[in-house]
């Protein structure tokens, strides 16, 4: 594998902080809301995560690139972050399952990135004064150019990407002759998610973001999931109208990530735009029931608001807390079939603490004629 042609490369945020790196990827300019993930393995499905459409990512590890890039391990179709932010950029790759390295990957895929920075600054100057755009560019490197070039990014908050990512056709995952029927709606759903339920005896047809309820419900399905996305669960009143018909149908409903956002909007539930938001592998959650904890893989930039959800108790419990910062993790509407998770119990990447989810939610749909969710513990295989 022969070395790169590097070229200097800029790394602009929205409150003027400049950063001077070299190219990574494809030499060009990007913008996005940057943000960090503190993971230290599984860059290939970060990279792939649809829930990063329009971020430009800090990896925090310290090396990206050094065990190249295999096909097979994506959890969408395509990179999905709009730009990296990395410290050591490396194109030779230690692996030998590897199909490629990942300065190949990023030019087939048209990514544009910067390396050589020192991404523990930048991600304390993040951490401090909260999430906001920003452009890296190896193309332009006129600050002034570059500033009315940001200027023209929109900001996170209103801002709906889950119609953009989401499939365009309905398709489905998993045997036909599997025991139960699960109706997904694609927000940006993730491989691994569709891959446990197949592995629970799941047959899934995943359907277009926009998809209508009375389309949907034509499918008689056993079950409906929300699944994770991008951008502000606030824009997608589409999305929020569905969740609140399948509320009244009463049949099991599980959401992950955006998904328990939608859940909670369609209760009267407000989200908020948070400081930083959690992204990484290692976030402990507190199982509420069970008093145990979870090692959690996490990526949003939206929560939902606790002050609500105590206001409004006769309708909604809390099940999980973050232990970091005490935020909410998941909940589950009283005398529903409805419950839902901030977190990624899938991971990929991540520990599989909490698999026991989707355990929870096959045995939903196997009872779903004699018990409501609030008879339901979410013990199964909890540590």
Known sequence: MSKIKQVP????????????????????????????????????????????????????????????????????????????????????YSRPLADKSIQEYFEEEGLVGICDIDTRAVVRHIRNKGAMNAIISSEELDIEKLKALLAKVPSMEGLELASKVSTKEAYFYGS??????????????????????????????????????DTIKK??????????????????????????????EDKPLFGICLGHQLLALAIDIPTYKMHNGHRGINHPVKNISTGKSEITSQN???????????????????????????????????????????????????????????????????NSDRTTKSDQSFTKNAV
């Open 219 to 248: 499918w008689n399905p056993d079950g409906y999931f929300l699944s994770n996305g991008p951008g502000d669960p606030a824009a997608m009143d589409y999305a929020i109208d569905t969740a609140k018909q399948i509320l009244k």
């Open 176 to 213: 036909e002759d599997a025991r139960y029927k699960i109706a997904a709606l694609d927000f940006g759903i993730k491989k691994n998610i569709l891959r446990n339920f197949a592995e629970r005896d799941c047959y899934v047809k995943v359907f277009p973001a926009k998809t209508t309820f």
């Open 300 to 366: 949003h930039g939206f929560g939902v608001s606790p002050e609500a959800i105590k206001q409004n108790s006769d309708k909604v419990e809390i099940t999980h807390l973050n232990l970091n910062d005490d935020t909410i993790e998941g909940i589950r509407v009283k005398n529903k079939k409805a419950f839902s998770v901030q977190y990624h119990p899938e991971a990929s990447p991540g520990p599989h603490d909490a698999r026991y989810l989707f355990d929870e939610f096959v045995k939903l749909m196997s």
């Open 9 to 92: 490369a800029i790394l602009l945020l929205e409150d003027g902080t400049l950063f001077k790196g070299k190219s990574a990827g494809k030499i060009g300019i990007t913008t996005g809301e940057v943000c960090f993930n503190t993971g230290m393995t599984g860059y290939q499905e970060i990279f792939t995560d649809p829930s990063y459409a329009g971020q430009i990512l800090i990896a925090t590890n310290a090396h990206i690139g050094n065990y190249g890039i295999k096909n097979a391990d994506v959890e969408s179709n395509k990179i999905q972050i709009a730009g990296l932010i990395c410290k050591n950029y490396t194109t030779e």
